[in-house]
């Protein structure tokens, strides 16, 4: 069994302990679902989620209710989002979209279990204790050795470049600290030069793209995050109007004007996400 199913089995088997209980006390026990990003922005995100459960015999409003939550891609507003769910007692906390999320729905509760999608190591990170033993927190998915990959996928479209750059959120800290050391560790193997650029708001994300102009990055590597997933759009525009080959993780980006994603589906992780959720 390879290592990314085995962590899937974990975040079912997790869930479903608790979710057995609160079934036993409600007729409609409640899903707390943080979007780290903005739901407005990303519609899909839900609907993903909503079909995960109805593929599995729970349908919204009749036997499950879900108390859907927004950071609008400011992490600052999480401990707050989080507090609110825990307050309302929900059965399960679901954290779809990255580390931020889940690391203040940890900071916030130990009785309530927490399903999460995260691309690092989560025993690394302080998520969890082990693999084996998780503490009552789920794991759905570990994505953290597919960001080396990009860049060499995109190194492989441009083989005559020799200067890269990657786009990381710096408030989230765990999430970029594995991105930049794995992705430093790839272009120093490769023989290329790895620029590094933050930006945590839509005007940092503008000045990035001018500084990778005025240095003339040769390609655009971006980060895994909650905030960067919900400017997929703008990131994909900025790329268009620089003329910079650029590659992301998710297809929005790719719909969007972006060059190329690389990754599993993120729709298809948050249908699965929801189908751990199976013994409601």
Request: no cysteine; proline share 4%.
């Given at each position: 069994?390879?290592?990314r199913d ?5 975040g079912?088997?997790?869930?479903t302990?608790?979710?057995r209980?609160?079934?036993a006390?409600?007729?409609r026990p ?6 780290a990003g903005?739901?407005?922005r ?19 409003d009749?036997?499950?209710?879900i ?6 891609g400011d992490?600052?507003m ?12 929900v059965?399960?906390?679901t ?5 931020a999320?889940t ?6 509760t130990?009785?309530?279990p927490?399903?999460?999608l ?5 025993v ?5 204790t082990?693999l084996?033993?998780?503490?009552g927190?789920?794991v759905?998915?570990?994505n953290?050795e597919?960001?080396?990959k990009?860049?060499?996928?995109l190194h492989?479209?441009l083989p ?13 800290a765990a ?26 708001s839509?005007d940092?994300?503008?000045r990035?793209?001018?500084?990778l102009d ?7 590597v971006i980060?895994?995050d ?8 703008q ?7 620089y003329?910079?080959p ?16 690389y ?18």
């Amino acid at each position: 069994m390879r290592r990314r199913d085995f962590i899937t089995l974990i975040g079912g088997s997790a869930a479903t302990t608790w979710v057995r209980s609160a079934h036993a006390q409600s007729s409609r026990p409640e899903i707390g679902f943080i979007d780290a990003g903005s739901t407005k922005r990303n519609p899909e995100l839900m609907a993903a989620f909503v079909r995960g459960l109805a593929e599995n015999g729970f349908v919204v409003d009749r036997n499950v209710t879900i108390e859907s939550r927004s950071s609008g891609g400011d992490e600052r507003m999480l401990p707050g989002v989080v507090k609110d769910l825990v307050q309302r007692n929900v059965a399960v906390i679901t954290t779809p979209a990255g580390v931020a999320a889940t690391m203040a729905a940890k900071a916030a509760t130990t009785s309530i279990p927490i399903v999460f999608l995260v691309a690092i190591d989560p025993v690394a990170s302080g998520l969890v204790t082990s693999l084996s033993h998780p503490g009552g927190t789920g794991v759905t998915t570990l994505n953290v050795e597919v960001a080396p990959k990009r860049l060499e996928v995109l190194h492989e479209l441009l083989p005559q470049a020799k200067t890269f750059a990657l786009l990381v959120n710096p408030t989230n800290a765990a999430n970029t600290a594995a991105t930049v050391r794995d992705l430093r560790a790839a272009a120093q193997k490769a023989g290329l030069v790895l620029q590094v650029l933050n930006a945590s708001s839509e005007d940092e994300i503008d000045r990035a793209f001018a500084t990778l102009d005025a240095d003339h990055a040769d390609g655009l590597v971006i980060g895994t995050d909650g905030f960067l997933i919900s400017r997929s759009e703008q990131l994909a525009s900025l790329a268009l109007r620089y003329r910079i080959p650029s590659i992301f993780q998710y297809r929005a980006f790719a719909i969007a004007g972006g060059l190329i994603s690389y990754g599993s589906s993120f729709l298809t992780r948050i249908i699965n996400l929801g189908f751990t959720l199976d013994d409601y």
